[in-house]
């Protein structure tokens, strides 16, 4: 799910050129598969929450957290 916490924080420009490339392929039946959709339903509550969620998403009883750590590193 870190992918999703990434394109959440991405500039709007650089997120819209990735979604671009959809509709994307269903792994599992609860993959979202319209770019519009996985925006509202997953990025958009990411980009505020700073979590991420899979579940069962990208495989059968795989079920994930990624959170933002925010910060400078180095």
Known sequence: ?????LLAHLP??????YLANGPFL????KTICDP???VRQELEPVRLQGIAGDNEEMAE???CLAVLIAGRCG
């Open 26 to 29: 269903a792994v599992t039946a």
């Open 1 to 5: 799910m870190i992918s999703k916490v």
């Open 61 to 63: 009883g795989l079920v």
């Open 36 to 38: 519009a959709e996985y």
């Open 12 to 17: 709007e420009r650089d997120r819209s050129a």
